[in-house]
């Protein structure tokens, strides 16, 4: 590692709800919003990216855990704001509480573990995985 992540460390970012991230329901009484999958996708992105630059070229942050509740929806247009701080660092496990907003209100609440890594050790046991039995 180029440096250790460190508490207190925080990442953020923002995305537009748009077609690609909303779930439409099959009953026209429900209006799209943002589908919960994309906004934990987002969450993940941004937990990954506050300790980037903490990583040597052969490592990489893969998720372990996350635990998040979608509060609130967020109809299609609107702005999403993430954000993910490092709240507890145990050698390469990497703890974040993360949360989201919209423009009028918070959406998201929840816990992220990411794990350090190195890419060449993972790929090999990705390889071995996709090897033919026998």
Known sequence: MKAVPR???VG??????DESKRISFVDEKMPAVLATP???????YTARDAIAACLDPNE??????LEVEHLAPTPE???????ARV?????????FQVDARDEVEPIAKGLHKRRIIDTTRFAKRVARKKAPKG
């Open 38 to 44: 994309w906004l934990v996708a987002h969450l993940e």
């Open 87 to 95: 709240i507890h660092v145990d050698g390469p496990v990497v703890t």
């Open 60 to 65: 990489r942050s893969v998720g372990t855990f």
């Open 12 to 17: 953020r970012s923002t995305f537009l709800v």
């Open 77 to 83: 247009g609107m702005a999403v704001h993430c954000s």
């Open 7 to 9: 508490t207190g460390m």
